[in-house]
Structures are given as structure tokens and as C-alpha cells.
């Protein structure tokens, strides 16, 4: 199944360029633009990343994207995600990045921006990896700095194709974000948003009826409640589910307790993705192959899967379709 699953063509929805940051790139990155680590070396780092809850992560996350200060730094960041996933026979990824965690630090929008854009680009050139960028508003912070950023991105709807919004979910609910979001909607971006990651089902229904969200970031905790899951499934909305992220941020006990079998039974759209893989142990292939050997996915939840991911893109139609082709070339030969 392994071989399956790394030959498999896929899409990524859910992925923080921020929390692609191994900690050799992070240590190279620091050195050059002479930043002391609160950490001995790499190993130091790494250990570091033991976690009980979503704060526990945002707390070294947030510290360790305070070395990125130079476009170059953005650009080597996404690079090197890229080669990663090409690798992983990702074919198409829509990732997130987190202006303020930037802006906040002095760091122009248009350092990081260009930065990232600009590797996308030769991504796709280069490698064939077609993408999106959405960025997040930090929902710890207010609505008037979300919108302060929002205001910024208006310069950047070229290279900017929507808005989600992450950080620490607990006492931060969708409609702090009413205002900001309808704007966003209003200028044409798309909408997502965590939800029901650690936050309860209520967050979710915001997020669907504030926000008018297209697709549900996580979304784990939806199934705590029938009635809201039914409509997810009614209105054929996609949740970016991340495997990996929910066991080390102890969203499961147990990859074996994962609810991924569940959320298909029901009828809801998942997609596997990653979330910050240089913090959670792995890229869409140790996502996939982890979750796969433990709860016993079989190869047909697999395809769906990676069939519902290309579906979930914010792709025009057509290049979806192309997409999903490959995997069915893919699916017919293998
Ligand atoms: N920022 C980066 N990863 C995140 C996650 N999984 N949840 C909320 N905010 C995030
Ligand atoms: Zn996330």
C-alpha cells in the first residue's frame, strides 16, 4: 500500500509554508542572518517538539518563523518545500501563509509575499506544481488588525486567491471575524477558516453561516454533532482533514482512533494534508501511509481521498478535471 500511496498523484489544501520549517534550513537560515536559537542545535530543536495541545505548537511555531526577515529566506522556505512534495508526487498545492506572524516583526507583507510567490512560480515552472496562496488572519489577534492586512492584500489580488484564519482557536470564535471576512467575500477571495479543530461544533456552524466558508479546515470536531455533519455532507463541502497534526496536537489519542473512516462513512468530503509537517513528523506520504496502516484504509478510501482533494481545489473546473484524469491513469494502471 505504501508504493500505492507514494506513487499516487495528489493535491495539498491545508499546508502552512511557516510549518515547513525543518530545523537544518531554520539553523542555515539563523546562521546567515546571525539570529541566536533559544536551541543548542537541530536534535535540541527537534526535541523540542513534543506537544499537548495546539498552543503548546504555536508557541515554538511562532518563534521559529521569527528568523525568516529577507525575501531570500522566503523563497529558500518554499523551495524547499516544494522539491519535498514533488518528490511525493504532489501535483498541485494551495498553502497558507501567516502575513502577521511577519508584519508583527517589522517584516514588509510584500517581503514575505514576494518571497514565497515568486518560488511558487518556479515550482511550476519547473516542476509542474501548480498552486494557490491563501492567507490567514491570526484569530488571537483583533478584527482591526485582520483587516489592516486585508487592506495590504488588496495591492496582491494577482497573487493571492483567499483568506482562511488559524492560530489559537479556544476563545476566538468565527464571528470575531464577521467584518473582515464579508469584506473578503465582497473583494472576491475565496473563504476558509479553522474550525472544530480544537474548537467545539458551534465554531464550525459559525464559520459555515458568519463566514460562508468553501471549505472547513479540520473540521474534526463537526462530528460531535449529527445535525451540522449532515449538512456538511449535504452540501458536498470539504474538509481538510490533517492526520498527522491531529495526533501530535492530541486532537487523537491514537492514529488508530483517527475518525477518518467515520467522516467518509458519513459522506463527508475529507482530504488528507499535512498542516505543518517539519513540526508533526511528516509530508502527504507519511499522512496518507501512517493513517492508512493504522486505521486499515482500504485502496479505495485512498483514491477517494486523493480524488476529493483535486475536487476541493479552487481550481477553474477544467484544470481540475485534468487533474483527477491523472489519478485515474494512475488508478487504472496501478
Ligand atoms: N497555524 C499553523 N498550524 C495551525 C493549526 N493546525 N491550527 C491553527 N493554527 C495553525
Ligand atoms: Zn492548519
Known sequence: MQTFIENLPKAELHLHIEGTFEPELMFEIAQRNEIDLPFEDVEALRKAYDFSRLQDFLDIYYQGMNVLREEQDFYDLTW?????????????????????????????????LNGIYNALQDGQKQLGISFGVIMCFLRHLDEDAAMATLEQALAHKDKIIGVGLDSSEMGHPPEKFTNVFARAKAEGFHIVAHAGEEGPPEYVRQALDVLHVERIDHGNRALEDEALTQRIVESGMALT?????????????????HPIKKMLKAGLKATINSDDPAYFGGYMNENFGQLAEAVGLTRDEIATLARNGFEATFLPKDQQQALVAKLDAYLATA
Do not use: M
Not at 81 to 98: A, G, M, P, S
Not at 241 to 257: A, G, W
Open 80 to 112: 524547499a518545500y516544494l522539491t519535498r512534495i514533488h518528490k511525493q508526487n504532489v501535483l498541485h498545492t494551495e498553502i497558507f501563509f501567516d502575513p502577521q506572524g511577519h508584519t508583527d516583526r517589522g517584516i514588509p507583507f510584500e517581503t514575505a
Open 241 to 257: 482533514v490533517c492526520p498527522l497534526s491531529n495526533l501530535k496536537l492530541c486532537v487523537v489519542d491514537d492514529l488508530k482512533n
